[in-house]
């Protein structure tokens, strides 16, 4: 009986060892994609830290900060006349930092704002938003099959726009998550 017990406790303790081992080889690449994302992304001007220069991968990205981020991946923010873009949502007020962001999405058709004439401007972007948002910026709105979410879901893993995230589709997305999605919308053809 011992020999058996002592088999099963060192197979056991084997198998934790080696799961051990493949999580933190998983961590390690999840890490690396992070750190290529987000450097580019504020190589390229993109991506913006604090004043400090502090990305916060981890913290929550909103779904303002979310929206400029598009923005500025597809030279939105250059050049673009929006004095005659009024906002018909009623949570945002016009000394919000991200008031003229949310204009310039509105132009660009990136936001639809929810039933209730609200865009929510400071709650968290999930997986399934975000992915909308940038299917919408790439041109690929009018392809979707399917219902949402699952749509958007779908047409981003056909796009490779969530290559090397497998989130749940509700999952608020931390800045780092959202710098990986937007840095993989970087290789994907715009669709006109």
Known sequence: ?????????????????????????????????LQTSSSSLVSLGIMKGDENGNLKLDDKVT???????????????????????????????KKHWAYNTLKIALKYELINGYPDNTVRPDATVNFAEANAILIRALGYEKTLVGSWPDNVLNKGRELS????????????????????????????????
């Open 1 to 33: 009986k011992l020999t058996a017990v002592l088999c099963i406790v060192f197979s056991l303790s084997f198998i934790c060892a080696n799961t051990n081992v493949n999580a933190s080889a998983t961590q390690k690449i999840s890490q690396e994609l």
């Open 63 to 93: 779904r303002c900060e979310f929206v400029a981020l598009v923005n500025r991946m597809m030279g939105f923010e250059n050049n673009t006349a929006i004095e005659n873009i009024d906002l018909p949502f009623t949570d945002i007020k």
């Open 161 to 192: 726009i969530s290559k090397g995230l497998e989130l749940d589709k509700y999952k608020e997305l931390t800045r780092g998550e959202a710098s990986i999605l937007i840095y993989n919308s970087l290789t994907v053809n715009i669709k006109k």
